[in-house]
């Protein structure tokens, strides 16, 4: 079996793996983090979303032999508790977070869009979002927090 040198939240991390495996297999089974999630297992809803070199990417599609020194990062690296990322803290003021199940990739995908984008239009940032499948239907306050990360005027709801 094939050893990777993973770059993942900032650390180097070796696993032992298929070359065909899953990156969120390696994250989620070897690693220990439990930020990206396993949702349809086709790059389609976005529950597995991570950053790769800075850019929102679809893990549960992406094998490990593919990730070579990319650096990867999952929600566990992104902000703590006592200071989380601006994004995080959105969501939290925002309360956009009920169920869980999309979470991680409307986070991932925001970070990653204001990175590229940091004063996004709403119509941006619908769009960007749009291949997150969420079920609870918490969009309207997902997109506010994304403009309160983003520094834009949020209308109350």
Request: hydrophobic fraction near 35%; charge should be positive; glycine fraction near 10%.
């Amino acid at each position: 079996m094939p050893t990777y040198q993973l770059q993942v939240n900032g650390k180097t991390q070796t696993v032992d793996l298929d070359s065909d495996t899953p990156l969120l297999y390696a994250l989620r089974d070897n690693l220990g983090l439990h930020g990206p999630k396993f949702g349809c297992g086709l790059g389609q809803c976005g529950a597995c979303t991570v950053l790769f070199n800075g850019t929102a990417t679809r893990s549960c599609v992406l094998p490990v032999s593919a990730v070579g020194d990319a650096r990867i990062t999952t929600l566990e690296g992104l902000g703590t508790p006592e200071q989380p990322h601006p994004v995080q803290k959105a969501f939290i003021e925002e309360q956009a977070v009920q169920c869980g199940y999309c979470i991680n990739g409307m986070v991932m995908t925001s970070v990653g869009l204001l990175a590229q984008n940091p004063k996004p239009s709403e119509a941006q940032i619908r769009d960007a979002l749009a291949g997150n499948l969420c079920r609870c239907g918490t969009h309207s306050r997902i997109v506010r927090a994304v403009k309160r990360a983003a520094g834009t005027p949020v209308k109350e709801a």
